[in-house]
């Protein structure tokens, strides 16, 4: 299998910084805000590596810095140090080390973001075909018809209603937005997707139909994905290999049932025993 | 003949932080599994039997030793040192679980509960569905049940689908935990017929099985583990 990103050292602090920061913080503090000048450690010294058509799972609490990890890494939010190589056939790119434009067009054609917050992820002034439109059109998909057509086949595939897809997203349900959001996001067929907090807050019927949604899509595009959740069962259902973070450090890393059935870390070792 | 598998010196201890526990699961186990033969581990309950299978299959991380296996290349790759990517491929082509209990995705459909690790490897879906129908008449699972998720089945029908699942895919070492355990006696003379199949397609094998009979219809080499020391003092140390 090949390696699709390699990310090391990806360090994220809001804040003016001081040199204990990160002496300072940490699980072994119990806490992300450095007590010298009140900087927030978002996220330090993350370092993982991604393979071709892999879900990696990172799990932790809320302030853990797991989604400041896919917000560098999606471009949403500057990293304050590490890096990210992303493979893509035979060229490598450093993600970090890109102009802003370089960065637009990995987004638009090579990376997808689900939100938990469809409203971070869709524009309600348009149609759920609209959204889908704006992306194919970033595409260079130009022809209204070809455009419409590959909407509506992806709106079906995430089983979204076609005698919706004129309606603004709005109006939907909560799990029908995250749909949208699925196909927009698959609409280019990226080889890397970013999901955060898919399935929270959705009830669980629903939730296992986008969870099935997400490993159906896995299979057929090989899709490699990195998966942001608090919820082990998400998890456990999706990821082949997992991180735990806490107070923006990763504190375990390894195959998602050893995780779960030989946690070595004492904060991992509590989670696991509340939750199963 | 060089061994498929090689454990030396395995030992398994779960360090508890909250409890400030150490808890011995299993010591100092030394074993080889061959190519076409199956060795049975053997023991009383909490002998530490699982958690060697859970160790080779990386479920449990080892605290020491080593378990050294040989692919059909002669690469040799010492499991407890082995990346989690090295360990992933390893377990979609060579190597095979089947515990006591189906763990499975929910709202899938036993056949394709039971293909899944064939389409994982890349067969198409034709080939692994009639592959898995064979396998399941052979275990006789009715075939009213093939389109239902096992998630309502019974205990002796979830297992069947389990050993399926393990069967499936050929690997090249199979770990089996129980397989049997719920089973009539003439589905399970089914069960060991399967598994003489499999030996003579030479897979190597290491089996937990309770009933001494199945040891002696089935195994060529038996290991008998005894539960480690668990003498208070000696066994439970205060983290700090």
């Not at chain 1, 990160?22 to 993982?48: E, K, L, Q």
């Not at chain 1, 603004?168 to 799990?175: M, V």
């Not at chain 2, 049940?145 to 895919?169: C, D, H, M, Y």
Request: aromatic fraction near 6%.
């Amino acid at each position: 299998m090949k390696k699709i990103l390699e990310v090391r050292g990806l360090t994220k602090i809001y804040g003016s910084g001081c040199p204990r920061c990160i002496s300072a913080t940490g699980p072994a503090h119990d806490t992300n805000v450095c007590p010298h000048c009140g900087t927030v450690v978002a996220a330090h010294d993350v370092a993982f590596d991604l393979h071709e058509g892999e879900i990696l799972g990172i799990m932790g609490e809320s302030g853990s810095g797991k989604s400041t990890v896919v917000k560098t890494l999606f471009f949403d939010d500057k990293p304050s140090s590490g890096s990210a190589r992303f493979h893509d056939g035979e060229q490598v790119q450093e993600l970090f080390d890109l102009n802003p434009a370089e960065q637009r067009w990995l987004r638009n054609h090579k990376f997808g973001m689900v939100y938990q917050n469809p409203n971070l992820g869709l524009n309600f002034n348009v149609s759920a075909g609209g959204n889908i439109a704006e992306r194919l059109l970033m595409n260079d998909l130009r022809h209204y018809g070809d455009i419409r057509d590959r909407a509506r086949q992806l709106l079906a595939r995430t089983e979204v209603l076609s005698n919706r897809m004129d309606e603004s997203p709005k109006r939907f349900s909560g799990g029908m937005q995250q749909r949208v959001q699925i196909a927009k996001a698959l609409a280019t067929r990226p080889p890397l997707l970013f999901l955060d907090e898919v399935t929270t807050g959705l009830d669980l019927s629903v939730q296992a139909r986008i969870l099935d949604l997400i490993l159906e899509i896995q299979q057929e595009l090989n899709t490699a994905m990195i998966v942001v959740t608090h919820d082990l069962g998400v998890i456990r259902l999706l990821a082949g290999r997992t991180l735990v973070m806490k107070y923006g450090r990763v504190i375990e890393a390894g195959l998602t049932d050893q995780i779960l059935e030989d946690p070595q870390h004492a904060y991992t070792q509590r989670l696991v025993a509340s939750a199963l | 003949m060089e061994p498929r598998l090689r454990i030396e010196n395995l030992s398994k201890r779960f360090v508890l932080h909250e409890q400030a526990k150490t808890i011995p699961s299993c010591e100092d186990v030394n074993l080889s599994v061959y190519t076409g033969k199956l060795t049975a581990l053997v023991g009383p309950t909490g002998a530490g039997k699982s958690s060697v299978l859970k160790c080779v299959y990386r479920s449990y991380l080892p605290t020491a030793g080593r378990m050294l296996y040989r692919n059909d290349l002669g690469t040799v790759t010492d499991l407890a040192q082995a990346s989690d990517h090295e360990v992933l491929t390893l377990r979609r082509n060579d190597i095979g679980f089947v515990t006591q209990f189906l763990h499975c995705l929910p709202r899938k459909s036993a056949l394709d509960v039971t293909c899944e690790p064939l389409i994982a490897r890349g067969t198409s879906a034709h080939e692994a569905h009639e592959e898995g129908k064979r396998l399941l008449r052979c275990l006789k699972v009715p075939e009213r049940l093939w389109g239902v998720p096992p998630a309502t089945f019974s205990g002796g029908e979830k297992q069947r689908i389990n050993l399926a699942r393990g069967l499936i895919a050929r690997p090249r070492l199979l770990l089996l935990d129980e397989p049997t355990a719920s089973l009539d006696p003439g589905t399970t003379d089914n069960v060991i017929s399967l598994l003489q199949d499999i030996k003579q397609d030479g897979v190597a094998l290491l089996a937990i099985f309770h009933h001494p009979e199945l040891v002696s219809r089935l195994a060529d080499n038996v290991f008998e583990l005894t539960p480690p020391l668990t003498t208070p003092n000696l066994q439970e140390t205060t983290l700090s």
